[in-house]
């Protein structure tokens, strides 16, 4: 058993029958069912108790009087105890009594003591016939009754009254004879009413006369006093009930405010709720309590909408207005910017609640979207503004210092430097205003257009419980697709300016600052890309429509490739620029000779180039064009690649070809005494036909090795084939390596030829006076040591092309030669011999290096001395093998080394 | 009942007066049943009856919550004749509830014939102190005027709630003891000159 139930408090502590009570205390049961029993004053009350928690009950209070427990039994408990008791009285109101009567809410409960309690109170008449009702006896049915007599009733005082229903309901059970007795007393009854006047009279005959007398007398009296005293007493009364009437009008007053006021508080009590709904209403407003507010409104509405009742027509008028200020109030709040998305579904769903009539989800969108545009347009007003006041800073700094100029000339310059490499320096580390601009824009876009674009999708989705307007669909897809296109406008404007036609352009300037701002923009470029990339891949994720996708994407191709071409174009200058950086340290390769770092340079700018194009330019993630892909920039690509390298042939041609005045040409005739400017030289400087040859050597190295290797690259890198430049440049670079040779060659072999005749013929020698030959003439000789020089440094630069150049060079002297010798008018025997060991000296030494041009002169120059006779020979033959024996050293070049043809 | 009154502890018999609404009978569930009941609806006249320990003594605490509006006005006296004690209880955010205290002060002198009533002047919702109409200053000197204690309450936090119930049986019981003193010599006649003659329409 749980504790015992006490009851520790009533509320209210007395009143009539039926007064609601709050019962409080402890331990009033566990739940509703464990409430067994409620007792106030003895009378039980647990059909009207309402259990509200195990301290309240709520009940209504029986009919009992006078003061008494309550008594509250629990099945866990038991019976209880209170210290509390109810006093119960039956209260009568007259028009005296002054009282206060709570206008009950709750209805009364259906089955309540007072209909009972009416109808025991009701009179009742005693029966008729005089006849005692057994009570206890069957009764007879009443349905009955009504069914055999459909018109009657069984009440006396009915109109319809049946006398058999009567008699049934009542005497049914009554004896004939009993009734019949009953009959005679109904009829003495009748009988007694009828002379019971008359008897009464005749009875008391005297005393009626009396009164007759007393009557008569009273008249007298009264008639006597009207006499004496001549006034109506009625007078006097009517005063008397004047007076009367006062007095009570002041109760009869106060009845009546007591009885508005009591109304009055009915009605308020009543309908509080409608009296407090504005002060609610706005209370609600302040919290943000919308629900609440709309179905409070509805409730109004659906309770007091239909009354006539000025005072609710006014409130509820009130209401509407509050509710629609709040209605747009939150409108305007919803196009107030900027905002989240959270608030925006909130603030369009409290309209949706509030009934707001519209379309508050599309405005939402209008006007983000128009935010939007304001924004973009704002933020590139705010940077070209920012700009400009850069731009004057910069130009009124110049102006100081040209102010200064006057003043010291020198001074001016160093500064000039000294600012420009500040800009620079700022604009390095300061973000430039167009660059700022974009990511000002790019940050802004990737904040708002999310939300927008979730919000066009919230609200087409159905998610903010309005109804979306299908046709709109179209136009917030050109929304979308304008918003981004407006932010590709502004970004291509500001850092493409020579590709956009809008009147966005940002303002143009003179020609030195604009040059300044482009070359700004380039240092920036890989950044702006990297910028509209995570716009791209942002847009890309969020799946808007295909088309403002395509926008972005074609703004990024076109950025890339610009990107490329300026990249490209700078490695193009770069190449260009290379010739001055020609430092001629020679790189000795056993392949290729000697050749400068300047092809190992080449190729590193091309490659660099390259990676940091496919680095920043060529990497592209979903949705996005490839750059490559695009026929345009193909095109540029290759005219561009094309372009790097025929500047590179270019260079080299520069280098190559151009020569110094104070260096050209050796003499070479030492028999003739021209001073040797080898020894003048120094030795570490190169002369120009070394530095030919040594170009002669990149040209080969470029084409042989740096092609194949870049094509590679380029291959490896996924850019498009490059073959076909190359194709072009190898073919230009041939042509350059067969001008050099030419030119070398003719370079080399002019001098060498010339010497020949004036060599052949020093010392006045005449062939028809020589003397008996021992050995080669020294001609000979120094045409050999003239070709073994170039040998060496054809060897030295160009191993490959030895035999092609050396051989060009016999061949022209083997055609000097045979010219000279067929110019000889005549020849002694021993001119003869002496002609024929120079020539075939020659021939057996530069047997090797013989082109059939060479061996054919050779044979001319032979053909041209007389013929001679086996003596002779032999000692032509003598003579060579001795020559040969002697000069094995200084000839082994020739012979020792077999220089593979070309 | 009677035969157990030897064991049964004291009774001190409580009654809240105040106009309406000031939170006559908040201050009397939140010290019965610690509840704060939010929504207001008129008291007619409401009796509570508990144990509670006083000083380590155990005694029973009756406390009678009256109607504060004016329609009951003529039905006070009755109340009042069977209080030992009275909080008497206004709110601070409300200059005429404490106006009234004053009508109050003066009926229950009137019904009791003497001033040397055990009671409490009551200033609730003390947790409105932003809505505050009535100064502390205020309170007090009216509470001194009338020789007795000024506290502040809140029904809404049961800030002071029990000191207002405890101090004012405090007051009853040390007043009880003076009675048996007095009732032992000549309170009688004392009680007789105060008696104010007054009658009411």
Redesign the interface.
């Known amino acids: 058993m749980g504790p015992l139930p006490i009851v520790t408090g009533i509320s209210p502590k007395e009143g009539p029958p039926g007064t609601r009570v709050i019962i409080r205390g402890e331990y009033l049961g566990k739940e509703p069912n464990d409430v067994t029993g409620l007792l106030i004053c003895g009378c039980d009350c647990l059909l009207s108790a309402e259990w509200k928690s195990s301290n309240k009950i709520i009940a209504r209070s029986g009919p009992g009087k006078g003061r008494g427990d309550i008594i509250i039994s629990t099945k866990s408990g038991g019976k209880g105890s209170c210290t509390v008791q109810f006093r119960g009285y039956h209260e009568t109101i007259g028009p005296l009594k002054e009282s206060a009567v709570w206008v009950e809410e709750a209805p009364l409960p259906g089955l309540s003591w007072g209909s009972r309690s009416l109808s025991h109170s009701t009179y009742h008449l005693e029966d008729p016939l005089g006849l005692s009702v057994e009570e206890n006896e069957k009764k007879f049915p009443e349905d009955d009754l009504h069914e055999m007599f459909p018109e009657g009733s069984g009440d006396l005082g009915s109109e319809n009254f049946e006398p058999n229903w009567f008699l049934l309901e009542h005497h049914h059970a009554t004896s004939f004879d009993d009734l019949k007795v009953g009959l005679s007393y109904l009829k003495r009854k009748v009988d007694g009413q009828k002379e019971g006047q008359l008897s009464f009279l005749k009875d008391n005959v005297s005393s009626v006369m009396e009164q007759m007398d007393t009557l008569f007398l009273l008249k007298d009296k009264f008639e006597e006093d009207m006499k004496k005293h001549n006034t109506d007493t009625t007078t006097k009364i009517e005063k008397a009930i004047n007076g009367a009437n006062k007095l009570f009008e002041d109760v009869l007053s106060r009845r009546e405010t007591a009885d508005a006021t009591r109304h009055a508080l009915a009605v308020m009590t009543r309908y509080k709720f409608l009296f407090f709904l504005p002060v609610n209403i706005e209370h609600n407003i302040k919290h943000g309590d919308f629900d609440l507010i709309m179905s409070d409104y509805a409730r109004a509405r659906n309770l007091f909408g239909k009354f006539e009742t000025p005072i609710f027509k006014q409130i509820l008028a009130d209401v509407a207005a509050t509710i629609n200020n709040l209605k747009i109030s939150l409108h305007s709040k919803l196009k107030d910017m900027p905002t989240t998305l959270d608030q925006q579904k909130k603030i369009i769903r409290n309209l949706i609640i509030l009934g707001f009539e519209g379309d508050p989800g599309w405005d939402a969108i209008n006007s983000t979207y128009k935010y939007i545009k304001d924004q973009l347009i704002l933020n590139r007003e705010d940077h070209i503004a920012a700009e400009s006041i850069q731009l004057d800073a910069e130009a009124g700094n110049i102006h100081y210092l040209g102010k200064q100029k006057s003043e010291n000339n020198i001074q001016y310059e160093k500064h000039k430097k000294i600012s420009n490499s500040n800009i620079l320096l700022d604009t390095q580390n300061n973000t430039p205003p167009r660059i700022a601009f974009l990511e000002d824009i790019i940050e802004f876009i990737l904040e708002t257009f999310p939300e927008f674009w979730k919000l066009g999708q919230a609200y087409f989705n159905g998610e903010l419980q309005i109804k979306p307007d299908k046709m709109k669909q179209n136009e917030f897809k050109q929304y979308v697709v304008n918003a981004v296109k407006l932010c590709c406008t502004l970004i291509r404007s500001a850092i493409l300016p020579q590709n956009s036609d809008t009147e966005l352009q940002w303002p143009h300037y003179s020609s030195s600052k604009q040059s300044n701002i482009i070359e700004i923009i380039l240092l920036w470029l890989p950044h702006c890309i990297r910028l509209v990339q995570s716009l791209h891949s942002s847009l890309t994720n969020l799946e808007i429509p295909n088309e403002s996708v395509e926008i972005t994407s074609k703004l990024l191709l076109d950025l890339r490739i610009h990107s490329m071409i300026i990249e490209l174009k700078k490695t193009a200058d770069q190449v260009k620029g290379l010739s001055n950086k020609e430092n001629w340290q020679l790189d000795y390769d056993s392949e290729y000779g000697a050749i400068t770092q300047l092809p190992s340079e080449f190729e590193k700018l091309v490659s660099q180039a390259i990676q940091k194009i496919k680095e920043s330019i060529l990497e592209t993630k979903r949705k996005e064009i490839p750059v490559l892909t695009n026929p345009t920039a193909k095109q540029e690509l290759t005219v561009l690649i094309n372009k790097i390298f025929l500047n590179f042939v270019q260079t080299l041609e520069v280098l190559g070809m151009i020569s110094e005045d104070h260096d050209h040409a050796i003499a070479v005739s030492q028999l003739i005494g021209s001073p040797t400017p080898y020894s003048e030289n120094d030795s570490s400087e190169l002369t120009w036909e070394q530095r030919l040859l040594a170009m002669l050597s990149n040209c080969r190295y470029t084409r042989i090795i740096i092609y194949p290797k870049l094509s590679v690259q380029f291959h490896h890198q996924g850019f498009p084939s490059i073959d076909e430049p190359i194709r072009q440049c190898s073919g230009a670079l041939s042509i350059l390596e067969k001008r050099m040779i030419e030119t070398y060659v003719e370079l080399k072999s002019d001098p060498l030829v010339g010497t020949i005749e004036p060599s052949m013929y020093l010392g006045h020698f005449e062939w028809d006076t020589c003397l008996k030959p021992i050995d080669l003439r020294p001609y000979a000789k120094e045409i050999l040591t003239n070709i073994t020089a170039v040998y060496a440094d054809v060897h030295r630069l160009v191993p490959k092309l030895l035999y092609r150049i050396i051989s060009e060079i016999v061949e022209t002297v083997a055609e000097e030669l045979s010219r000279l010798m067929s110019c000889v008018t005549k020849f002694n025997s021993y001119g003869k011999v002496q002609a024929r060991i120079d020539v075939m000296g020659l021939q057996r030494v530069l047997h090797q290096f013989m082109n059939e041009n060479a061996s054919c002169f050779f044979n001319e120059a032979l053909e041209a001395v007389l013929p001679i006779d086996e003596y002779e020979s032999n000692i032509i033959e003598e003579i060579l093998n001795n020559f040969l024996k002697k000069m094995s050293l200084q000839l082994s070049c020739f012979i020792a080394v077999c220089p593979t043809k070309e | 009942m009677s035969k157990k009154t030897g064991t049964q502890p004291a009774l001190h018999k409580v009654i809240m007066v105040g106009s309406g609404g000031v939170g006559k009978?908040a201050l009397t569930?939140q010290f019965?049943?610690d509840?704060f009941i939010e929504d207001y609806e008129?008291?007619?006249?409401?009796?509570?009856?508990?144990k509670v320990v006083l000083d380590g003594e155990e005694v029973?605490i009756?406390i009678?919550?009256t109607a504060g509006?004016e329609?009951?006005a003529?039905i006070r006296d009755n109340y009042f004749r069977s209080g030992e004690g009275f909080l008497c209880v206004f709110s601070i955010t409300e200059e005429e509830s404490f106006q009234a205290t004053q009508e109050f002060r003066e009926q229950i002198l009137r019904v009791k014939n003497g001033d040397n009533i055990p009671f409490l002047l009551v200033g609730n919702k003390g947790d409105l102190y932003d809505k505050r109409k009535i100064s502390i200053a205020e309170a007090q000197a009216r509470a001194q005027q009338w020789n007795v204690h000024y506290v502040e309450t809140s029904a809404k936090t049961r800030e002071n709630v029990d000191k207002v119930f405890y101090d004012l049986m405090r007051e009853i019981r040390s007043r009880k003891i003076d009675d048996t003193k007095v009732s032992n010599g000549h309170g009688k006649e004392k009680s007789k000159i105060k008696r104010l003659k007054c009658c009411i329409l």
């Open positions: 009978s569930l019965m049943y509840e008129p008291t007619k006249a409401d009796s509570y009856r508990k029973q009756d009678l919550d509006q329609d009951y003529a």
